[in-house]
């Protein structure tokens, strides 16, 4: 009974502990930002893994959901009559939650695990403690340009797997189920508030960029450096993104559009 | 050198992409054309009932667009809705008795404000009262007004 108290306390104790590290990491990564913009080159570099290489799995993921939603949308918009609100529907639903939220999930499982692994090697190949040995703060030189990458990258990624999932539903939804295309354009524009729905979209992918990005980079820099450490601290990287995700897209969906 | 520019390259060509994009949402997808810096000029019009009238919703003329609902309260003395038209500033001949009506766009759309033009040779001008307007159609209510009269008609 006392044992079981024990670890239940041990475990507190623990997820606290790393808790505060995790925040105390983030001041530090936030400190070497400003720095940054003094050699920009090593956040393009950043920019090119975790954003440009991204590009292609968040484009066609965003293709295809598009098309997915339209079709199944048309199935019961057209019961009602309705089809013409199509558009309405597949951008709504697009720019308001699936672009961000599954824009995130794509974001954590393809540039979050990649940031985890590479930052969780370099601790246990002990190229971290290198850096500090000549005097070369590794925050600054490696983390940093990393969390500024991906915090930037998410939103414009965001905002192609909207984009790109619009122009699916609209090639299905004209070219396959024959919606009017003037209809289908005109209601969207009627329909979708360039504040209260684009820009909070950009809002809610931003803060994901921001979370994301963060637990990969606390996972890899607090790995335990061993070959099967980092690969666990991976696992937990997808695994608390999604969490995170999923949990901050309710809360923010709550706040942003509760009122009306 | 090499890598570094085409990097360099690639990533320019994401990062424009992604305002693209973005670009993209907010000129086709929303309504952000609809605003531009244009802020009009108010007039003021109340209503019996408004029905689902909301603010944003669309202002017309003939069927053209010439501005939209900018507020809604309710006139605590006369206890009908207050409702604040934005009418574009290039729209600025409306003769004072000009009248206001709250339509349906097809049976079950969102509604609308239909202005339509009067006679007289003055125009509105910034706060006037449009003095001239027709409630929503609360479906209903026309529905229990047919049924009460039918079944008046039956005892007949």
Known sequence: ?????????????????????????????????????????????????????????????????????SLQGYYVLVDFGAEESLGVMVSLSLVRELGPVVTGLLFAGR??????????????????????????????????????????????????????????????????????????????????????????????????GFVVTWIALYEGYDAIPTSEGVGRATTRTVVHSAFAILGLDFVLTALMFGED | MLQKKSTEITVGMFVAAGIAALFMLAMKVSNLADFTDDTGYEVIAEFENIGGLKVRSPVTMAGVRVGR????????????????????????NLPTDTSASIFTAGLLGEQYIGLEAGAEEEYLQDGDLVELTQPALVLEQVIGQFLFSKAEGDEE
Do not use: C
């Open chain 1, 1 to 69: 009974m006392i044992g079981l108290i024990r670890s239940l306390g041990r475990w507190g104790l623990n997820t606290f502990e790393r808790l505060g590290r995790g925040h105390l990491f983030l001041v530090q990564i936030l400190a070497g930002v400003p720095g940054l913009f003094l050699r920009f080159s090593l956040v393009v570099q950043q920019l090119y893994s975790v954003g440009v290489l991204s590009v292609l799995i968040i484009a066609i993921s965003g293709l295809f959901v598009g098309m997915v939603l």
């Open chain 1, 111 to 208: 540039a979050g695990s990649a940031l985890t692994a590479e930052i969780g090697l370099m601790k246990s190949t002990e190229q971290l403690s290198g850096m500090e040995m000549m005097a070369v703060d590794p925050i600054r030189r490696v983390i940093s340009p990393r969390f500024l990458a991906g915090f930037i990258s998410m939103p414009l990624l965001a905002a192609m797997f909207s984009a790109v999932g619009i122009i699916g539903a609209f090639m299905v939804g004209h070219g396959l189920l024959g919606v009017d295309d003037g209809a289908f354009w005109s209601q969207m524009q009627v329909k979708t508030d360039w504040y209260d729905d684009i820009l909070n979209g950009v809002i809610k992918s931003v803060v994901f």
């Open chain 2, 69 to 92: 609902v900018a507020d809604i309260t309710l006139n605590p003395e006369s206890y009908n809705a207050k409702v604040t038209i934005n009418v574009y500033s290039n729209v600025d």
